[in-house]
């Protein structure tokens, strides 16, 4: 044996050790705090877990046979959830991406003043849900509200906005996709610059229309960007919880459950209702959705690219 | 998606890339351009406008039609600061988001440089565990984690204490996935040429990947804060006691009352907004560029 590898050998050694003892707590943190509640959850949705009961007994499938029961009737709070939560995200999607789409177009054109646009579609990204989600339930009053001001000076006839069952949806939507995009345009922007320029000159030199560019340069190549878009989007979307309780009266998704999400009835069930046992089973549900969305948009790419 | 991308080509040359040779309808693209974005940028700042002046309206000018206050006054601002706990909501706010943003700093540079760096049995499966956590959403941990904090292995209880509020974002699988691509830059003969001075495996660390990734440790720790400050699902379950609670949380609570107080709600908005919104305008060519590099969500 040469002089050094019994050396080399306990060096090595000895940074695997020290990767253990570095690792030690991110280890026992992920183990404890996110995959045993994770583990737990699917427990508890097998059990009617009320925290105030004595005994929190075994129900099998129980939970998961309630909430599908729940989903065939004409109408109940749980199928208005997972109606308004698909809603939201079927149209919240499409239009944030389209909305902040062309805005990055736009904006990969100018020069001057193009930093100040930036900073100012990216502030409502980072500013706190609940805050401005109650600055735009106030924009959404009757009579004194900003939208009823406007409509009222171009003599359109007033709106409810938020106190009907038809409009309060969409207007929270409208908050929704207002504060997001930011992050949208950002994620494109980055998308865009990877763009090879010769590609453009190339067109260019065929004597393509600005039309024909962004069809069959712009868009395929920036399919990276969309599809990375599509899944996170539609991930958050899925999981609206804030502003549907700092704009409906008193959190409760209403009017007559018109916005209610899957989340804010989990968290009246599990925190006002105690029906931890059926919440947890919502959020099971809740789980296979994103899941299957990130699979599903996942392999479509996949094809795409190929 | 967005690795190759260097932080100094992102802003630099900001694209005039199909404009080329077509001078003739070139102007009318740019002027419609500008137009259209004027507008937007319009609707997207006039909201914090009419936030800001309402808090400065005195109470019978609110369900008036005026845009900006008549007889502006610092009423509001006093009403919040003496008559509410938000001057406690404040402090709990910027206590949770540091002491998570200090612990991300270290747990998820340290996991991420341990992940680029070393190897060691069992190395695939642990990073593949910690990744896996991201697909779980918290939603579902909730429930759980109520159950844990009010009966915790440590302590009587976590509800309505600091670590209560931050403990679920002490350490991140998303924060340590982007600190392993840096620091896989971090050259490996450096590192052995501090192993051969003597250097201690934790010094290594410390001393030389840690200076040479302070960019990304930065941009993980203003979307961290950004993240707490804002956080609102977590700290609404964990809090009963409005001395505990959080800035959002507390912002949500205003409305318990009969009616809607909507100048001191305002009031409150702005200031848990204004004073971050000026810390992002200062920082905004970092935390762009930060969003475009990791693709990390706030």
């Not at chain 1, 044996?1 to 020290?18: C, E, L, Y």
């Not at chain 1, 009823?148 to 171009?154: E, G």
């Not at chain 1, 106190?163 to 504060?179: D, F, G, N």
């Not at chain 2, 003739?24 to 700042?45: C, E, G, H, Q, V």
Request: aromatic share 14%.
């Amino acid at each position: 044996m040469p002089p050094g590898v019994f050396q080399n050998m306990t060096f090595a050694r000895k940074k695997i050790v020290w990767a253990y003892i570095f690792l030690a707590i991110p280890i026992v943190f992920f183990a404890y705090i996110r995959v045993y509640p994770a583990l737990f959850a699917f427990q508890m949705s097998l059990h009617d877990y009320n925290p105030l009961a004595a005994e929190q007994p075994y129900v099998g499938l129980e939970n998961y046979e309630r909430l599908f029961e729940q989903l065939g009737k004409r109408k109940s709070q749980t199928k208005s959830a997972f109606q308004n939560t698909i809603n939201y995200v079927l149209l919240g999607v499409p239009i944030q991406l389209c909305l902040a789409l062309a805005i990055a177009l736009m904006l990969n054109e100018i020069r001057v003043m193009s930093t100040l646009y930036r900073i100012m579609f990216f502030l409502p990204f980072v500013t706190s849900t609940i805050a401005i989600a109650w600055v735009f339930r106030m924009l959404y009053q009757p009579r004194f509200g900003l939208f009823n001001v406007i409509l009222q000076l171009v003599s359109l006839p007033q709106q409810p906005f938020l106190r009907s069952t038809q409009q309060a949806l969409p207007s929270v939507l409208a908050l929704v996709i207002w504060q997001g995009m930011g992050f949208a345009i950002i994620i494109f922007l980055a998308g865009l610059k990877q763009i090879p320029r010769t590609y453009y000159e190339a067109a260019e030199v065929d004597g393509a229309s600005r039309w024909h560019t962004f069809r069959y340069i712009t868009f395929p190549l920036l399919n990276p960007s969309i599809v990375y878009l599509l899944v996170l989007q539609s991930i958050s979307f899925l999981r609206m919880f804030a502003p549907v309780i700092a704009m409906t009266e008193q959190g409760r998704g209403g009017p007559l459950d018109s916005t209610v999400t899957v989340v804010l009835q989990t968290y009246r069930e599990a925190f006002q209702s105690f029906n931890m046992g059926y919440a947890s089973s919502l959020t099971v549900v809740l789980f296979a959705l994103i899941l299957g969305v990130t699979i599903i948009q996942l392999s479509v790419t996949s094809r795409r690219i190929n | 998606m967005a690795q190759s991308i260097t932080p100094s080509n992102i802003f630099r040359d900001q694209g005039r890339v199909t404009a080329v040779g077509r001078a003739s309808d070139d102007w009318k693209y740019k002027f419609f351009s500008y137009l259209l974005l004027t507008m937007i940028a319009f609707t997207m700042i006039v909201p914090f406008l009419w936030m800001i002046s309402t808090s400065f309206k005195p109470e019978s000018e609110i369900l008036r039609r005026n845009v900006f206050p008549q007889e502006p006054t610092l009423d509001n601002y006093s009403d919040v600061i003496n008559k509410t706990d938000l001057p406690l909501w404040y402090k709990n706010s910027f206590i949770v988001a540091v002491m998570s943003t200090v612990s991300v700093a270290f747990f998820d540079s340290l996991a991420g440089y341990v992940f680029a760096k070393y190897n060691f049995p069992g190395k695939r499966p642990i990073f593949i565990i910690f990744l896996t956590s991201l697909m779980v959403p918290t939603e579902m941990l909730l429930i759980p984690w109520f159950i844990m904090s009010s009966n915790p292995p440590i302590g009587a209880t976590w509800v309505d204490t600091y670590w209560g509020i931050a403990f679920p974002g002490v350490i991140t699988a998303s924060g340590i996935f982007l600190m392993r691509q840096f620091m896989q830059g971090v050259p490996d003969e450096l590192l052995d040429a501090g192993r051969i001075d003597g250097v201690s495996e934790f010094g290594l660390y410390w001393r030389v990947a840690v200076p040479l990734s302070l960019p990304a440790i930065g941009a993980l720790c203003i979307f961290n804060f950004l993240g707490n400050w804002n956080a609102f699902i977590w700290p609404l379950i964990a809090t009963t006691r409005s001395e505990m609670f959080t800035l959002p949380v507390g912002i949500q609570q205003f409305s318990s009352e009969a009616d809607t107080p909507w100048n001191l709600i305002m009031t409150g908005a702005s200031l848990s907004v204004v004073p971050l919104l000026i810390v992002v305008i200062i920082f905004q060519r970092y935390i762009i560029e930060g969003i475009a590099l990791t693709g990390l969500k706030g």
